[in-house]
Every structure is written in C-alpha cells, then in structure tokens.
Nanobody, 124 residues
Framework: VQLQASGGGLVQAGGSLRLSCAAS????????RGWFRQAPGKEREFVSA????????YYGDSVKGRFAISRDNAKSTVYLQMNSLKPGDTAVYYC??????????????????WGQGTLVTVSS
C-alpha cells in the first residue's frame, strides 16, 4: 500500500486547510485510515481515524470539534478538514493505513503503512 499525503502549507491562526491522502496498491487489505502529526522535538501524536465504511470516526482530544475526517472510497482518498487552526497545530502531518478487525488503533504502532508527510505551519 502506498500513501500520498498533500495539502499542507502556511496558514494564519484561525484559518483552514484540507489535507488529502491518496492510497494505491493493495488497499483491499486495509480498512482503517488515520492521521498523525509530529511537531519538532515531540512524539508522533494521533489526530484522527476513520473506518472503512466511513461510519465511525475518532479524534484526538486536541482537535475535537475543529477537525473532520472523511473518505471517498471511489477515489481511495481520505481527507482531513482542519478548521480554527492554532499555532500549536504546526507539525508534519502523516496519513497511515491499517487492516483492523477490532478496536481502531490510536498509536503509531497500530499502522503498518505510512505516507511521506505534509507540513502544516500555522502562524500567529
């Protein structure tokens, strides 16, 4: 499975960005898509995840109410709509994929497939 993240950039505090993650290859054996982020000097942090049908979504506490994850299975693409951005949201954002039968993973170890990351910078 190959994942290609895009959509990062520079935005002012309070602004919005939409990240995209396109999947290719043997995607049939992965149903869950996740987003993580990593700021300089910090550990990789769970941001959001979505199940294969898109019926269930999960968010990290720091982004609840501001970010929204969605997916278009026809395009094998997952989106992360980020609103009300804060300087603390500045990080490299990574998309990830996993084949999961039980609980949705919220740690990096739960995802075997990763994209290359896209940088989001929020200025104050």
């Amino acid at each position: 499975v190959q994942l290609q993240a895009s959509g990062g950039g520079l935005v002012q505090a309070g602004g919005s960005l939409r990240l995209s993650c396109a999947a290719s290859g043997r995607t049939f054996n992965t149903n869950v898509r996740g987003w993580f982020r990593q700021a300089p000097g910090k550990e990789r942090e769970f941001v959001s995840a979505i199940t294969g049908s898109g019926g269930d979504t999960y968010y990290g506490d720091s982004v609840k109410g501001r970010f929204a994850i969605s997916r278009d299975n026809a395009k094998s693409t997952v989106y992360l709509q980020m609103n009300s951005l804060k300087p603390g949201d500045t990080a490299v954002y990574y998309c990830a994929a996993a084949g999961v039968l039980g609980a949705i993973p919220t740690t990096p170890n739960g995802y075997p497939y990763w994209g290359q990351g896209t940088l989001v910078t929020v200025s104050s």
